[in-house]
T-cell receptor, first 112, second 114 residues
Framework: GENVEQHPSTLSVQEGDSAVIKCTYSDSASNYFPWYKQELGKRPQLIID?????GEKKDQRIAVTLNKTAKHFSLHITETQPEDSAVYFCAASMEYGNKLVFGAGTILRVKS | GAVVSQHPSRVICKSGTSVKIECRSLDFQATTMFWYRQFPKQSLMLMAT?????????EQGVEKDKFLINHASLTLSTLTVTSAHPEDSSFYIC??????????FGQGTRLTVV
């Protein structure tokens, strides 16, 4: 089955700097790659997603890149703010409606 | 986005008792609902996939007789933790999806077994 690895496990950045989180997946059949932000005790919130027919997607300060050949995808957050501090999870799935396999998570701390 | 409501948000139960958790999609009909378990400082681990009117599909290592899933309608799935023990204490989260939409998560249920 699918296996998703995520790095780093913790990331501390200074406010205004960029943060990058990387994930790799094992199943070439996966086509849908969402990223979630989760605050303590809360539900995961979808922040951006990408499909396998697209190499990059951007939404304001957040971008995701996908290299399907290498089976890795990355989350980029620019101009980080203290409110970006949270746990971020990548996930992989075959498609909408299919199960999600999550990475281990990255604790992002933005220091002001 | 669509709304998924999970109830209760917190529950404390005695060891050996059963607890039922409800997951409702409030404004859409979900093709599939998924149940995840999340231990402190860990990721979401899929427990089972639930489709309306059929038996749930459990992930390897998840005891189907301990974690009973019922999916009676396109808007409601329930997870019952039977004969709960302290090691079952965890954060349980459901998600509801259709073939055309992203996953919508419930707010989670913090289960503490004492």
């Amino acid at each position: 089955g699918e296996n998703v690895e995520q790095h780093p496990s913790t990331l501390s950045v200074q406010e205004g700097d960029s943060a990058v989180i990387k994930c790799t997946y094992s199943d070439s059949a996966s086509n849908y790659f969402p990223w979630y932000k989760q605050e303590l005790g809360k539900r995961p919130q979808l922040i951006i997603d990408i499909r396998s027919n697209v190499g990059e997607k951007k939404d304001q300060r957040i971008a995701v890149t996908l290299n399907k050949t290498a089976k890795h995808f990355s989350l980029h957050i620019t101009e980080t703010q203290p409110e970006d501090s949270a746990v971020y999870f990548c996930a992989a799935s075959m498609e909408y409606g299919n199960k999600l396999v999550f990475g281990a998570g990255t604790i992002l701390r933005v220091k002001s | 986005g669509a709304v998924v409501s999970q109830h209760p948000s917190r529950v404390i139960c005695k060891s050996g008792t059963s607890v039922k958790i409800e997951c409702r999609s409030l404004d859409f009909q979900a093709t599939t609902m998924f149940w995840y378990r999340q231990f402190p400082k860990q990721s979401l681990m899929l427990m089972a996939t639930s489709n309306e009117g059929s038996k749930a599909t459990y992930e390897q290592g998840v005891e189907k007789d301990k974690f009973l899933i019922n999916h009676a309608s396109l808007t409601l799935s329930t997870l019952t933790v039977t004969s709960a023990h302290p090691e079952d204490s965890s954060f349980y989260i459901c998600s509801a999806q259709t073939v055309n939409t992203e996953a919508f998560f419930g707010q989670g249920t913090r289960l503490t077994v004492v």
